[in-house]
């Protein structure tokens, strides 16, 4: 990738600038615990984005995308964002460290990527993650803190892309470091390393290549049931309540919020056992904890849907450690933790099953937890 893009950089602007990459994540464990105030561990993963870039003095960006095919220039001046989606992504960047007081000038960049495109490893992160790591590099001597580099990430999300993300994706693809995952404390923004070295076992995701898109939004009304649940419990998130005072309030709640708040609590619950259980090398633990949260995310939460429901049960008749849907839900992918010895029969079997039944085939995703942003 990094000879393509040297290539087209030196035919298109001639010369050379500097490399730059970051990358897609994953999240081992702890979904839909961001807006409970809750602990996420995602880590950086071996798809990046990669852009050569080279400062021009001026305001005025040029930028190819070669996976794409597209040009853009636009002037770091300009109200309008350029219309083609992928470059949105770059001016709101440049935009975003501009409004906090840092510099940006004009430049030239070619970037390319292999993260998947809304398979939900983040690759909108990873690009922006990467440009916003450049951009500090080259004309703000890395001045910019880290999680600053994040902040601007979310808020191009946010205010050039209609997406209102939380702040996991882009920690994860700034903060990401080869041989670890990272425990987010999503209220407080403190983070811990954690060794991930599953010796003998790979990490697979399946993409089922549906979403299933829900007509009155699900996701915020799974927000407000944890909202109410709180309140009747006087603490500010679900993350400050525990199943006993959870069950001590059961009968003034519906059916659903219980089991709304259940998944939540025991979410909070599984992401601190799945460190302690990494702390030891223990994953065999960490795959039963896995399961543990799709039963939560599939009958409780309620955010599964049947192809991923079809998927994990292929996994746990496979043998699998430790299989869940990964990600906001109705569709997406599952994150397999599997042992070598069951890798092949595993794939083979879900790339069959899944074929016979939905007629297609999901998409195969290794990966290896890897660095983030980063000067090459
Ligand atoms: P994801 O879940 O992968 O983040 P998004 O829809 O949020 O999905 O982001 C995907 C968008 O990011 C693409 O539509 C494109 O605009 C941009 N993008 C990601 N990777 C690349 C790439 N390699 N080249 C050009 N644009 C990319
Ligand atoms: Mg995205």
Sequence with gaps: ?????????????????????????????????????????????????????????????RVYSLDIDEYVEFGLGEDDAPDEQ????????????????????????????????????????ALESCFAFALNDIFNAGRIPAFELAFIGQSTEHNYCGVNCGIMDQFASVFGRKGNLMRLDCRSLEYEYFPFHPEGYRLVLLDSRVKHELKDSPYNRRRESCERVARRLGVETLRDASMEALDAVKSDLSDEEYRRARYVIGEKQRVLDVCDALGRGDYETVGRKMYETHDGLSHDYEVSCEEIDFLNNIARRCGVTGSRIMGGGFGGCTINLVRNDAYDSFIDTARREYHTRYGIEPTVYDVVISDGARKL
């Design 1 to 61: 990738m990094q000879n393509q893009i040297a290539q087209v950089f030196k035919d298109k602007f001639g010369g050379c600038g500097t490399f730059y990459t970051s990358a897609g994540r994953i999240n081992l464990i702890g979904e839909h615990t961001d807006y409970n105030g809750g602990f996420v561990l995602p880590g950086a993963i071996d798809k990046v984005i990669m852009a050569e870039i080279r400062a021009i003095g001026g305001d005025k960006v």
């Design 86 to 125: 992928w470059a949105r992504y770059i001016f709101g960047v440049c935009r975003e460290i501009i409004k906090r007081g840092y510099k940006v000038e004009g430049f030239d960049a070619v970037f390319a990527g292999n993260v998947p495109l809304g398979a939900g490893l983040s690759s909108s992160a």
